[in-house]
Nanobody
């Protein structure tokens, strides 16, 4: 199986920056897609950013130009650099991966981290 551990959340003032990290461990064969989701208070979880194994990225319109997703394949870690933060970015941020494990390399499964709180004060 695969375990995902997020870090880097916290409290920041509007206009500030935070960098989230997600480290994957376990019987990893390959991670095909790495993503960041967020769930604001009282709202549904939404996709924030995604990156493929080849480095192709995609962003939600609400964060494009402010957030940057990147990955270190050698460390099975990916990041979300968040700049120019706004109060509406306040949410629990979750990392997500579509991965293949060594015991079943042809099977792709989805894995989630436990979430990290990001709070942006006005």
């Amino acid at each position: 199986q695969v375990q995902l551990v997020e870090s880097g959340g916290g409290l920041v003032q509007a206009g500030g920056s935070l960098r989230l990290s997600c480290a994957a461990s376990g019987n990893i064969f390959i991670i095909a897609f790495m993503r960041w989701y967020r769930q604001p208070p009282g709202k549904q979880r939404e996709l924030v950013a995604a990156i493929t194994s080849g480095g192709t990225t995609n962003y939600a319109d609400s964060v494009r130009g402010r957030f940057t997703i990147s990955r270190d394949n050698g460390k099975n870690t990916w990041y979300l650099q968040m700049n120019s933060l706004k109060p509406e970015d306040t949410a629990v941020y979750y990392c997500n991966a579509d991965a293949h494990v060594t015991t079943t390399p042809t099977l792709r499964s989805a894995y989630w981290g436990q979430g990290t709180q990001v709070t942006v004060s006005s």
